[in-house]
């Protein structure tokens, strides 16, 4: 039982500004043994002025993880595991396993020859291979083999399992889902497979084969999935999109040349939960600050530079890992003057759309820029 | 830091089932102290086999209530309280101050006479009458008049604010929010109004005339929004309703004669995150039980029964609330034979279909009926 | 083949002008015997600056049509004529047998006790009740009972039979389909039914009692039609539904009060290729001129009053029908002072907005109203 | 006036079946003299069992048609003749100057320097170019250089002009539009732009850069028009598109390796009443005969062999271009066993889709091959 309940008063008309006397703390508490409480009480803490996301920026660096992640291989075996898999957890987000707000990202590894159990489940999950020769999923039937900076889905409710080739070399990828949403929503449900592995029921990589191809889609199939058809986006056709798009627009003023993985169905986003964006800044492209609606996870995937989230500056390099929470300011700049840098990102943004919750907000002063805290 | 890793094992082919080692407790401290964990030490935890809500099924008996709601009309004033609510809290959920799931609900009164400040929000509002007369509500300049067992929403993003005509009597209704979701997802923003009050801007009630008429729409009129226009759902046409569609129907073997309260435009929900329903038991009806991904709050708008919920019995009457977590079987008892008995509710079942997660699944023993815990 | 071949010459830049020569009429001659043709010989006719409708206005008086209907019911037998109906000819149209545009319209009478074989088509068919008691269609099991100024749909593919029972008496209704549409896509199929008549398997009038609930609909009730699924939209709340929403709109200044029929699940026409409207002029109402992409069939359901429709005055009354030819200007007059009037209509408008087509101007002359040709 | 009324009789049940007597001829007179008819005199007529339509399958052969086409480059000046176009007739569509169904074709030339003045109209078009270099499009002020083989789109309602680089060849086209259909529907207008020629607004090719992407489209660029954003679909890729798909799929029956140009933005269709596909007929490969609703219009894009068209044989070779008229079986053979022979396609498959008319029917006897008439 709270022994004050006016900590959350304002001095706004409008706002709840109810002192705390013996005579309504009395009421306060027989409201409690009813399950109940005065909204006055709270109310100013649950209908904040703007989001509070509890999530921090933070920034996990590929040079701290790597050897970690590989010690994986030894110290347990995928079938104790299931998957050998360091995740990333947010301080503020531990409880739930969390990167940013309900999203989880972990790096997985596995050993040539190794292949894990097929499963399936209500939260949605994507791919961005890091390293490694001779990677593979299986996704309903449908074998991708990946490599580099290639990004995979593995849809809600889809069989999956994903292995290396025997010829192969360890791989690292990092993993992208929304278990914590799941969760948060009570609706997350998990079936391992009945033959633990599945078949390859149609030719490999036929995913791409099929709808990949710009501007066209093969006439008479039918698609009705919330997710994309299209499972595997490679790195090269998607650098040379940015190569090309990059010839005829001035990109965006937030975010350099910033292109969305799409459904080729829809022209929306790659899951119903989960989105996914590339971004190139150009050499020596800064840009300015904005906020959205919305927790994203960055990965850098080409060159070097660093973001300024909230005030703070995190300077990354390939493979690093960082995070931008819901209504922060960020902003992005790629610290060579020869080279580009790309950073592949994945974000609730599907769901904040589909609840029509998505918005966003240019910093005005200081032409853009945050001030960087100290 | 954690002492023991291994507390969520399971011993089933797939799952992860990982004993704790002294070197492996060494590498889990090492993974901490980098912001990371193994996943395979809470894998079991955040991907259960199905949901496990942590909201318990619960009731709050008006016949408790009311006093205690009456009472705030003389303990704070709605200058200083902003609203005179009292919430509904969920035992699990009194942290984010919700009813069930992210669902906020509470009972506000009003006194003849009074208009609260006018403001707006992220979170979505409906408004379920209670008792009294005289009720109005303000949305966006469409201003309504409200009696008992109307409903009536105020969407996100719209003005509003609510009042008592001079004329009237103290009134009490049922408010529901999905304010816990807003915060949960980092979305939430609030507003007042700049002249604290609003002005009323159509004719009174112009909504329900305009946009009531069974199978017609005004000619023209365009409506972009993601909510109905339609904003009030008036009591007398909504039991006319269920009797002409109870003279056609079987009705639902889990609902009885189930009715949703829908946008006339789309046919879906009135609102994008928050949904409403009616149903109607007749006399001596008892459903059988059948579970949703989807969370609930009830109110006995007319007559007297019972729902088991989770196995628990929760005796009803009018103006009683009781709420239904997701996925757990629940079924309901009309308890006279000569009355029939109307449940409103509430629900988060448009964020589910949003985001493609709605299922449910009916009770196959017993005949559909849950044996009661006792 | 032609003598002359310049008859659409233009003198405006941008416009084909091309003069007939010796030369170029052999060019011209050569083309037609390779089944080509020059372009510049008929661009101007086949691109004209705006529409030129081949339609006429035209009024179909019942005092003059009544008689002859009735007397269908002596000459022929159902079984020997299928239906009994008079059918209404756009002196321009006949040769497709439409009232205008590709909609065609005629007057059917059926005897006490009979009833039409049961048949289904791609046209779209409804019908408006004139006069009679006792008439009742069956569509796919669904019985209505029809009666005065009943609206009802047949929707394509439907199986549909109608008839009169046993104590009613001789009743008539127009129909409304889009056959010449069907016929002129080269998309019309006809079915007999394979017993000749089809069983009723829905409690009579189901559809109303399932889905004229304003605002309401069904749970767990799905459609996936494209039409709507409330087939019968009777004239009192119909009536009253524009009261109601007289009472607070201005209405529109070209349609006075102007609802449209809707599906309940879509907002949307309640077929896909025939929407239905109902207006009414407010006594002594008299309209500004449009003129809209789209072909309009109009019955006076109620009062008397007249249209100018391209610069012609045609005066009706309850029961008359007349036309209005896409992108001729038209408005509309209530000859009473103390009487509302209405006009039900059918158009093509879904065509036109399905494929993009729909369009309106006002005239802005001489006050919105055109000079009547003498 | 019609001497005889019953040519159309049917002894079927359900099916009109009125003898002529005297006293109904001079009942039929009646009608007519008050513009109206009796339905039974001519349903069988305007509902027959399953469309027939008036186009007839045929071929224009390039060799035939190029030198006339060229010929137009010394016979008019593009001042006077607006654009230099040999249209394409079907024999039964002259008066509607059709190629097919409500489409139009034409072969269009221009020489290197011209460039047409800048228009827009509600009919859609598209251009298919057969040969020359230096041809180049503006839509609405995105310019577009085109190669041979090269689909480009100029939707309704856009300003479009075309040209030939000063340094290019005479170039020839295909034009496809449906302006028969607007002038059908009555919704065909026509506009000159008031410069007579529009600025280039954009960089060259950008929407190809921006929106060729596969899988991935502009971040943040909204698009709201009814067509596509992509409105160039170059050959190398297309080509490319139809390999890669080859290597995973047995093709369609009907089709073979077949793929529609989409909107990357929908999936759907490249225009609201327009659609174009491109199909590949491997090696030897004969499909077996369906039919459709809908027209078509083919050229040959590569390669050579022959279809079957109602029961006739058309042998294609590159260039040639033939129409399959609504519910027409038709089947493809590629005459070559060592190349593959490509087909691009332009359709009415929007319009039925959108009316939801579209159906088709596979040639269930002979192996699924028609017989050829003699
Ligand atoms: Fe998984
Ligand atoms: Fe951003
Ligand atoms: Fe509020
Ligand atoms: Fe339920
Ligand atoms: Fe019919
Ligand atoms: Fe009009
Ligand atoms: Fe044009
Ligand atoms: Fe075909």
New interface residues.
Partial sequence: MASTYDQYRED???????TDTP??IR?YR??EE???????T??NK????????P?VP?I?RYN??RD?VM??LE??TPE????????????AR?D??AAV??L?S?LQVMAPGECA???R???SALRFIMEGEGAFTNVDGHKMTLGRNDFVLTP?GTWHEHGVAEGGTPCIWQDGLD??L????????????PD?NQAVT??V??S?????????????QDWSK?Y?P?FK?EWE??Y???Q??A???DG?PY?GV??????????GAVM??IGA???MLRPGERTRAHRE?G?FVYQCAKGSGYSIINGQRFDWQERDIFVV???MFHEHCNASESEDACLFSFHDLP??R????Y?QEALAENGGHQPIAV
Avoid at 12 to 18: D, I, L, P, Q, T
Avoid at 46 to 53: D, L, N, R
Avoid at 258 to 267: C, E, F
């Fill in positions: 706004v008309a409008g706002r709840a500004n109810v005579e309504l009421y027989e409201l009813l399950g109940t409480g005065a909204l006055w709270v109310a649950i209908e904040p002025w703007e989001p509070a996301s999530s933070i996990w701290d993880l970690r010690r994986a110290l347990v104790q595991a299931g998957r050998r898999v360091v995740y990333l957890a947010n301080p531990q739930v396993v707000g309900w989880y972990g159990s097929s499963h489940h209500s939260a809600n278990i914590p799941m969760n948060a929503l009570d609706a997350n449900f998990y079936e391992v497979h633990l149609y030719p990589d036929d791409t084969a099929t709808w990949a191809g710009a501007g066209l889609r093969p006439a008479g919330r994309s299209l986006y056709p998607t040379e999109a940015l090309r798009y010839r005829v627009t965006s975010d910033h292109m969305d993985y799409m459904n080729p169905l829809t022209g119903s939960t964006s590339i971004q609606v927790n929470p819901s209504w769901v904040m589909a609840l029509g919750l918005r």
